[in-house]
């Protein structure tokens, strides 16, 4: 367990439902990030905040996709109208300095039937 | 652009060495990692090496860095059948403020008794 929470740990939607995930950062951790991974490849970068602030957003993140941290602490994805496509392993991640060690969650699985 | 890229599949004996392998791209990456991933889990940070090094080890584990190359080997001595898993090289390029990591799709590591 590296202290970083997430939920639920899998979810099960249909094509075009809203889904939202939650993670709980380590909590003297200011920095926090999403990532996305698919079958086979490696996690891809969707979006950084540093507290509160949403810092970078990724390409690959659609106008489907918002995330949120209001007050620096936990953070939300949420996906609207999904698609088969958004099916994939979602990760946070948080560290507290930049030079510092990036600590993984266990990730939310979400299928698109 | 960045990629990373790694070989796709190891298979090894029970108490032989591995050596996994990776190149990077971009020369500017302070930090490069690797990470480990169970079937269903999260990634677990094994091993990092600043690029100021050539070398580190930590017990069981050696990084080696060639930073003229671009090349990344995680050596694994006495590898264990807990050992087989995906194994990610990450770098973490200026670009991104040095904040954000790039991964390779991941080495899966196959240990036989």
């Known amino acids: 367990d590296t202290g970083v929470s997430q939920d639920p740990r899998h979810k099960i939607t249909k094509r075009g439902q809203n889904v939202t995930f939650r993670c709980d950062p380590i909590?003297?951790?200011?920095?926090l990030y999403w990532y996305r991974q698919t079958l086979g490849q490696g996690p891809e970068f969707l979006t950084y905040?540093?507290?509160?602030?949403?810092?970078?957003k990724s390409r690959l993140l659609s106008d489907r996709f918002s995330a949120e941290r209001p007050k620096g602490s936990f953070s939300t994805l949420e996906i609207q109208r999904t698609e088969q496509g958004d099916s994939a392993m979602y990760l946070c991640?948080?560290?507290?300095?930049?030079?510092?060690?990036?600590?993984f969650g266990s990730g939310t699985q979400l299928s698109v039937l | 652009g960045e990629d990373v890229e790694q070989s796709l599949f190891l298979s090894v004996r029970e108490g032989d060495s591995s050596v996994i392998n990776c190149t990077y791209t971009?020369?500017?990456?302070?930090?490069l990692y690797w990470y480990k991933q169970e079937p269903g889990a999260g990634l677990q940070l094994l091993t990092y090496?600043?690029?100021?090094?050539d070398m580190k080890q930590d017990q069981r584990l050696t990084v080696l860095l060639n930073k003229k190359d671009k090349h990344l080997s995680l050596r694994i001595a006495d590898t264990q059948t807990g050992d087989s898993a995906i194994y990610f090289c990450?770098?973490?390029?200026?670009?991104?403020?040095?904040?954000?990591?790039?991964f390779g799709k991941g080495t899966m590591l196959l240990v036989s008794p």
């Open positions: 991640a948080s560290r507290g300095q930049v030079n510092e060690k990036l600590f």
């Open positions: 909590s003297e951790h200011n920095r």
């Open positions: 905040f540093q507290n509160e602030a949403q810092l970078e």
């Open positions: 971009d020369s500017s990456s302070t930090y």
């Open positions: 090496i600043f690029s100021n090094m």
């Open positions: 990450a770098e973490a390029p200026m670009n991104s403020g040095y904040s954000t990591l790039t």
